[in-house]
C-alpha cells in the first residue's frame, strides 16, 4: 500500500524492470473523466470536498478540483487528511512521520467526501481514512476515488472512481508519479529480478 | 609451622633468588637453596618478590555493616590483594571511639588470622566531630591503635583538630584526616566541573580539600603533631602537601588507586559504582596524583576499600552510599597507573604499598627490606598476568567494583603473613 | 529512540521531527470536537511522580489520553513509595504490570537514566519493553519543557536556528536551563546565560553558549527570553543577598521588556513569581508566549508518546 504507490521517480536501476502503464496524456484524461463522474454523480458538485490522502493524493485532489471546476463552474473545497495516526500497522515499522491534515473551511458535516489517493490496494489506508473522517464530523456521504486500484484488497472496500484497474502480482510495485512531487506524470509497474 | 621455599622469586624485580623461611622469618637467602622434609614450596620463576602490602584505610564494615563487609571476608580480600596488614576505619555501628569496639576489631582479625587488622580508631565521640574520644585509652588498649580518624567526615572544627593533634602528639600516634570543609561541599555528590554542570549534580569543589589541609598543615607545625591526610584527590592539594614538606611539618598523605585512575568522565551513566567521597576528578588531577606519588609529596597508596551491598548502591545517584571495593585491584591498578608508564618501579611499589604505610604507623614488623631476620610478610605477584575484574567473583561480600569488566594487568599470585601462606592463585589459605 | 532522557539523546534531525511531529498533531485535532487519536490504544502510561508538579503530569496525562493510551498516576504520597520501597522495585513493578511507558518526576539528578538502566537489564524478568521518559530529574534535565519551548519559539519565530535566546536566572538549579541550552545549541540558536556568577554552575563555560552577567546589555538583541524561576529561599544559600536586589539586577520588568525588539518574545516554564523574576504586565503582554508554552506542552508530549510507542519496537 503505502510503499507500494511510492515511486523514486528515478530510472530503473539494474534487476529492477519498469513498465509504462500510463503516460502524462493519460493520467490528463483520467482526472477530467473522473471529475465528469464527480460532477454526474453528485449532481453539479456542490457541497463537494475532496479530501486528499497525502502525499500524492493531495495533488489529485487539487487537480480534480480545478477539473471539477473548469467543467461545472464550482470550485469544491479541497482539503487532506494524514490517516497515519489511524493506522492499524504502525507497530510494525518504526513510527513514522506524520504528513499535514487540513480540513476545508466550514468543515465535514453533511457534505459528500470524496476522499482520494492515488493507489487502492488493501484498503487499509482507506479505512483509516474513514476513522479519521468521522474524527472529524459527520458527512452526508463517502465516496472514493483512485487513479489505479491493483487489485489484492484485505477489506470489503470499493471505489467509487477508478482511473485504471491494473492487475498485479504481490511483489510488483506501482509507481506514481505526478509533476507537482516528481517532475513529470506518468504510472508504472515495477517488477524486481526473478519475481 | 613448616618451613617455606620460595624459589626463584625475583625481589624488587631484580635477579631471581630462593627464599627460605623459618620461624615466621626469613632465614636464608640465595641460590639452590634445600627445604627440610615438610617445608611448602612455591615455585616463583618469573614472578616478583615484594615486602607485604600494608594498607592504611580500609572499611571491613564489622560490627554493624555486616550485610555489606565483614572481618572476616574483608580480611579474605586483603590476603587476596596481597595485604599482610590493614588499618580498619571507625565508622562502624557503634562507632569504633571506645577501647571495647577497637578491641574488639582486633580480636577479630587476629581470630581470622589472615592479616594483621589494625583497628583506626575514632578522634571525636561518635564520629560527630564535637568532642575527643578516648584516644589514650584506645592507644593503651590491647588493641593498640596507632592511628585515630573520623573518616567519612572531616575533624571540621579547627580547635578540635587541634586539640586532637596535640593530644596525640603525646601518644605517638597520627591523626588521619579525611579533609573536607562541609561547608562547601553541602550536598555535593561530583567533583564540581564541566561533568557535574552537565549532569546536574552539586559540585565538590577541590577547594574544600585543598583548604582543610592548609589548614591542618599549620596546626601539625604548631603542635608538632604527626598528620596524615587520607585520599588525597585534587592536584591543588599536591602543592600544599608539597610546600608542608619541605617546610619540615610531619605530614603524610595518601592516595587511593581509584584517584590515580579514574576520572569523572565515568559518571555520564549515572551509575553509582562511580560515586565516592571524595569524588572522582578530572585526568589532570589523576595526573598529578600519579606524579606526586612517584615523586613521594604522596607517601602511599590506601585504597579506601568500602564494600557496600546492593541495596546502598543499586539506586539514584544521590541515595547511593559512596565508596567503592578496593583491595583485590590495587596493586592493578597501581601497576596500570605508575608501573606501566614508568613512574614506578618494583622498589616504588614496596615503598608506596608496604614501606612508607607502615613507617607513617609505626608498625615494625611490617613494610620491612626483603633480607635475612626480617619478618617473613611477603608478597609473590606475577607483573605480566592480565586478569578481567568482576565483582562477584571478589572476597567481599559487596560487588561494587568500578573496574567491572576492565582487563588489569599484574596479579597476586601469593601472600605470606609471617611465613604462613594466606592466599595463593586466588584461594584463600585459612589457617 | 528507546527512551527520552536527555535532549542530547536527539540530534537536530531527531528533534526537528518530533516538532514536526508536534505540529502535525495540533494540526490534526484542530477545531475538532473528539479530541481523541486511537493511536496508543491498549498501550499503558504511567505517570510516576516523586516531586508535586500539576503541570507537566497533567500534560502528559492529557496527551496520553488524547492517544488512547490508558494513563495512570502514581504519586510518591500515598503508595508503596512511601513506605519506602526503592525506586528500583517500584519501577520494576510497574515494569512487570506491563507498563509500556514510564514517565518519572524525581528530585535526583539521573533516576530516569537508571529507570532505563534497570528496565533494559531486567526485561526478560518483567517481561515488558517499557521506555522511559525524563519528567524532570533533580537538577539535571527535563526534555519536554525544552522541546515544548523550541515549538514555542518555532511557532513565534518562524525558526530556532540562527535565533539569539536568552535564558535568564538561576541555572544552577535549573534543570530547564540545561535542557534548553543543549536543545536550542543542537537547533542551531545562539543562546546566552544570563545569571549572577552564584546562580551559575561552575563548569557553565564548557557549555554551548555565552555567559553574560548584565542583562541590560543582552536585550536588545534577543529574539527571545526565557526567564527562570528563582526560588526565594536560595538567599539562605547566600547565592544573592534579597529578592529586591534579584530583581533589580535581573528581573524582567516593563522598562527591560521595551528595551527588546519588537518581535521578541518571553517565555516561562512556571510556575512564575511575579514581581521578583517577571513584571506581571510582562507576563501578561502580547509578547508573553507563556500559555501558548502550556498549550504546545500537550503537543510536544503527544508527539513524544507517538514516536516512542506507536512503531514498531527497536
Known amino acids: 500500500m503505502a510503499d507500494d504507490r511510492r515511486g523514486d521517480g528515478g530510472g530503473a536501476s539494474s534487476g529492477v524492470s519498469d513498465r509504462e502503464l500510463l503516460n502524462a496524456a493519460d493520467v490528463a484524461r483520467i482526472i477530467a473523466r473522473i471529475a465528469h463522474q464527480i460532477i454526474e454523480k453528485t449532481a453539479g458538485g456542490e457541497e463537494v470536498v475532496l479530501i486528499g490522502i497525502p502525499t500524492r493524493g493531495t495533488v489529485l485532489a487539487r487537480r480534480l478540483a480545478a477539473a471539477i471546476a473548469e467543467f461545472s463552474g464550482t470550485a469544491p473545497a479541497v482539503g487532506w487528511l494524514d490517516p497515519t495516526l489511524y493506522r492499524d500497522d504502525l507497530r510494525r515499522k518504526p513510527a513514522r512521520a506524520l504528513e499535514d491534515t487540513e480540513v476545508p473551511e466550514g468543515g465535514l458535516d453533511d457534505r459528500l467526501v470524496v476522499l482520494v489517493d492515488d493507489v487502492l490496494m488493501s484498503g487499509r489506508t482507506v479505512r483509516a481514512a474513514l476513522d479519521a473522517l468521522a474524527d472529524h464530523g459527520r458527512p452526508r456521504a463517502v465516496q472514493l476515488a483512485v487513479l489505479v486500484d491493483r487489485g489484492h484488497r484485505e477489506l470489503p472496500i470499493r471505489a467509487d472512481y477508478v482511473g485504471k484497474n491494473v492487475p498485479t502480482a504481490r511483489r510488483e510495485q506501482i509507481l506514481v508519479f505526478l509533476d507537482e512531487i516528481d517532475g513529470a506524470d506518468g504510472v508504472a509497474l515495477r517488477r524486481e529480478a526473478g519475481a | ?431 | 529512540m528507546k527512551h527520552l532522557l536527555s535532549v542530547t539523546d536527539l540530534d537536530a534531525a531527531a528533534a526537528t521531527a518530533l516538532l514536526d511531529t508536534a505540529d502535525r498533531l495540533k494540526q490534526a485535532l484542530l477545531g475538532r470536537e473528539v479530541r481523541k487519536l486511537p493511536t496508543l490504544r491498549g498501550r499503558t502510561v504511567i505517570t510516576m511522580f516523586y516531586e508535586d508538579s500539576t503541570r507537566t503530569r497533567v500534560s502528559f496525562e492529557v496527551a496520553g489520553k488524547w492517544m488512547s493510551a490508558d494513563t495512570v498516576n502514581v504519586s510518591a504520597k500515598g503508595s508503596s513509595v512511601g513506605k519506602g520501597e526503592s525506586l528500583r522495585d517500584t519501577a520494576l513493578t510497574l515494569a512487570a504490570m506491563g507498563a509500556d511507558c514510564v514517565i518519572v518526576r524525581h528530585p535526583a539528578s539521573g533516576a530516569a537514566h537508571r529507570l532505563a538502566a534497570w528496565a533494559d537489564r531486567d526485561r526478560a524478568a518483567t517481561g515488558t519493553d517499557t521506555c522511559i521518559v525524563n519528567a524532570g530529574d533533580g537538577t539535571h534535565e527535563h526534555p519536554t519543557q525544552a522541546l515544548l519551548d523550541a515549538a514555542t519559539l518555532r511557532d513565534r519565530l518562524g525558526s530556532v536556528a540562527g535565533r539569539r535566546i536568552g535564558i535568564v536566572g538561576d541555572v544552577l538549579h535549573s534543570r530547564v536551563a540545561r535542557s534548553n541550552v543543549f536543545l536550542l545549541a543542537t537547533l542551531g540558536a545562539d543562546v546566552v546565560l544570563v545569571a549572577p556568577p552564584t546562580l551559575l554552575p561552575v563548569g557553565v563555560q564548557q557549555w554551548p553558549c555565552r555567559i553574560s552577567h548584565e542583562i541590560d546589555a543582552e536585550l536588545s538583541t534577543l529574539d527571545a527570553v526565557m526567564t527562570l524561576r528563582v526560588q526565594a529561599e536560595r538567599m539562605r544559600g547566600a547565592f544573592f543577598p534579597s529578592a529586591r536586589e534579584y530583581a533589580i539586577g535581573y528581573g524582567l520588568s516593563d522598562e527591560r521588556a521595551a528595551a527588546l525588539p519588537q518581535h521578541a518574545v518571553v517565555l516561562h516554564p512556571g510556575p512564575m513569581v511575579r514581581g521578583m523574576e517577571i513584571a506581571p504586565s510582562v507576563a501578561d503582554s502580547a509578547r508573553s508566549a507563556i500559555l501558548a508554552q502550556v498549550r504546545n506542552g500537550v503537543h510536544v508530549r503527544m508527539a513524544v508518546l507517538y514516536h516512542l510507542l506507536a512503531g514498531a519496537p527497536e
Open chain 2, 1 to 431: 609451622m613448616p618451613d617455606l621455599l620460595i624459589r626463584n622469586a625475583r625481589p624488587y624485580g631484580e635477579d631471581a633468588v630462593d627464599v627460605l623461611i623459618g620461624n615466621g622469618v626469613i632465614a636464608e637467602i640465595g641460590s639452590g637453596l634445600t627445604a627440610s622434609d615438610g617445608a611448602e614450596t612455591l615455585d616463583a620463576a618469573g614472578l616478583v618478590l615484594l615486602p607485604g602490602f600494608v594498607d592504611l584505610h580500609v572499611h571491613l564494615r564489622e560490627p554493624g555493616g555486616e550485610e555489606s563487609e565483614t572481618i572476616e571476608t574483608g580480611s579474605r580480600a586483603a590476603a587476596l590483594g596481597g595485604f599482610t596488614a590493614v588499618f580498619a576505619m571507625p565508622n562502624t555501628n557503634p562507632v569504633a571511639d571506645t577501647e571495647v569496639v577497637v578491641e574488639h576489631v582486633h580480636r577479630r582479625g587476629a581470630e581470622v588470622g589472615l592479616v594483621d587488622v589494625h583497628p583506626v580508631g575514632a578522634v571525636t565521640v561518635g564520629l560527630e566531630g564535637t568532642k575527643l574520644a578516648e584516644l589514650g585509652s584506645m592507644a593503651r588498649s590491647r588493641a593498640q591503635v596507632r592511628m585515630f580518624s573520623d573518616d567519612g567526615r572531616c575533624v571540621n572544627d579547627p580547635l578540635i583538630m587541634r586539640r586532637a593533634l596535640e593530644y596525640a602528639s603525646a601518644l605517638g600516634v597520627v591523626i588521619a584526616q579525611h579533609a573536607e570543609d562541609h561547608r562547601l561541599t553541602a550536598g555535593a555528590q561530583a567533583h564540581e566541573g564541566v561533568v557535574a554542570s552537565r549532569l546536574g549534580l552539586a559540585g565538590w569543589p577541590a577547594a574544600a580539600e585543598e583548604t582543610i589541609v592548609a589548614r591542618d598543615c599549620a596546626l601539625a607545625r604548631d603542635t608538632d603533631a604527626a598528620l596524615h591526610v587520607c585520599h588525597v584527590s585534587s592536584a591543588h592539594t599536591i602543592e600544599v602537601l608539597r610546600a608542608a614538606k619541605a617546610a619540615g611539618i610531619r605530614v603524610s598523605a595518601e592516595v587511593t588507586p581509584h584517584h590515580l585512575l579514574l576520572t569523572d568522565a565515568a559518571l555520564t551513566s549515572y551509575d553509582p559504582v562511580h560515586k565516592v567521597n571524595p569524588p572522582l576528578r578530572t585526568a589532570a588531577d589523576t595526573k598529578a596524583m600519579r606524579e606526586a606519588l612517584a615523586e613521594g609529596v604522596l607517601d602511599v597508596v590506601a585504597t579506601d576499600h568500602a564494600p557496600h551491598a546492593a541495596q546502598y548502591k543499586d539506586t539514584e545517584w544521590a541515595a547511593a552510599r559512596p565508596g567503592m571495593l578496593g583491595l583485590q585491584t590495587a596493586l592493578s591498578v597501581l601497576v596500570a597507573a605508575c608501573v606501566e608508564p614508568g613512574l614506578l618501579d618494583w622498589h616504588g611499589v614496596a615503598r608506596v604499598l608496604s614501606q612508607r604505610p607502615a613507617e607513617i604507623t609505626g608498625l615494625s614488623d611490617h613494610g620491612r627490606p626483603i633480607a635475612v631476620g626480617e619478618p617473613a610478610n611477603l608478597t609473590v605477584i606475577d607483573p605480566d598476568a592480565q586478569w578481567t575484574v568482576r565483582g562477584a567473583a571478589m572476597a567481599s561480600i559487596a560487588a561494587n567494583t568500578p573496574y567491572e569488566g576492565m582487563r588489569l594487568p599484574g596479579r597476586v599470585v601469593a601472600t605470606v603473613l609471617r611465613g604462613r601462606v594466606t592466599a595463593r592463585d586466588g584461594k584463600v589459605h585459612q589457617s
